[in-house]
């Protein structure tokens, strides 16, 4: 299956059904009156996030949704049917935008969310609506109203907790691989990862979601190589896993490009927590790893981790510090949601005791 993290689609929600100009014909019934129904409502366009997708490709093959039309009144005060709505299936973690690409719409993070892109039109008055005194037989109806449409964008990132980054050929597929089920396509020669991959790392029972990307080179920001338009898919995780090759001459350089691209792509993944470590170091003599080793804790003003995903070494430690990372981070966010509780209940507590010594004022 191919992968696609961005699309554009035209979307129309259904047109109302017209009323009904109707009047009862029934045998001994002189004045029968109006009876025509009201016209049905057009149905609605939502988009939805579901489990089991991890790309928008279905979107490549159709992108036109047009939601059906409600059903015309009818006689005896028939009301006409409510036109079919149309949902639209995305992976969690799917972005929204406007026609522009610009103007956010909605964030689905969740399995289970919706959002309602375009609602439909409301079915128009039968004349049994417009009788009165003065109008007994009114010979008019209403018109449904007109559904909205419009052209959004769809855009995916990924929701994973931990984002592989580094140039191309520092051994990120080799880490994925080696740590979860994933088969990451996994060569000798650069930009062999084409799209972003996802795997499930294990470790000490505590199981977290690794996003590992195409890699970056210098003025990726500006379109160079693949670019960074997948940088987007590590946007929403908790840490960042920086590998640099120990095939590298300069260490320190190699690691430099890649944190000058997070600073210039923005969107604070440059301040997201980091850990350094020097991959294949299983390829190098002792001598020119220790001068490694040494080069890349100066750039990086910490000591990285050493890792060989053929021999194993050094892989626990790593699975192990990402872990720490995304514990504490779940942590500080389960406590910054109990505390919004928390005062929500303040809150209400406070206005119900006001709403009693109101109550109680008022009955002396």
Not at 97 to 119: H, K, M, P, S
Not at 294 to 305: E, V
């Amino acid at each position: 299956m191919k992968f696609l993290d961005e699309t554009k689609v035209y979307i129309r929600s259904g047109d109302g059904g017209a009323g009904s100009v109707s009047f009862r014909r029934e045998k001994y019934i002189e004045f029968g009156g109006p009876d025509g129904g009201d016209g049905g409502r057009g149905g609605d366009v939502w988009v939805e996030a579901v489990d089991g997708l991890n790309t928008l490709i279905d979107y490549r093959y159709q992108q036109h949704f047009k939601a059906k039309t409600g059903g015309h009144g009818m006689g005896r005060n028939r009301t006409g049917a409510g036109g079919a709505s149309v949902a639209l299936k995305v992976p969690a973690g799917t972005q929204i935008f406007e026609e522009d690409n610009d103007t956010l719409i909605c964030d689905l993070t969740e399995v289970g969310q919706r959002y309602r892109l375009a609602a439909g039109g409301n079915g128009g008055f039968g004349n049994a609506h417009f009788k009165s005194s003065t109008n007994q037989a009114p010979r008019h109806a209403n018109p449904g109203l007109p559904g909205q449409e419009k052209t959004i964008w769809l855009r995916l990132k990924l929701i994973a907790d931990a984002g592989l980054v580094g140039l191309p050929n520092a051994g990120k597929s080799t880490f994925l691989a080696a740590v979860t089920r994933a088969r990451p396509k996994i060569a000798n020669y650069p930009f062999t990862t084409l799209h972003p991959n996802l795997g499930v790392a294990t470790i000490d029972a505590r199981e977290f979601v690794l996003a590992d990307i195409p890699g970056l080179i210098a003025g990726a920001h500006e379109g160079v190589g693949i670019g960074d338009r997948f940088l987007g898919h590590v946007e929403r995780t908790r840490v960042l896993l920086h590998l640099v090759s120990a095939l590298e001459e300069d260490v320190a350089e190699a690691y430099r490009v890649v944190r000058t691209e997070l600073e210039a792509y923005g969107h604070g993944i440059a301040d997201k927590p980091e850990i350094v470590a020097l991959s294949q170091v299983d390829v190098v003599d002792a001598e020119s790893r220790a001068e490694k080793v040494r080069a890349l804790k100066q750039a990086a003003g910490r000591a990285p981790f050493e890792l060989s995903a053929i021999t194993g070494e050094g892989m626990t430690g790593a699975l192990r510090a990402l872990r720490d990372v995304i514990v504490d981070a779940s942590r500080d966010q389960n406590q910054d949601v109990d505390a919004s509780r928390d005062q929500n209940q303040d809150v209400d507590a406070s206005r119900n005791a006001d709403s009693s010594d109101t109550a109680d004022a008022s009955d002396d």
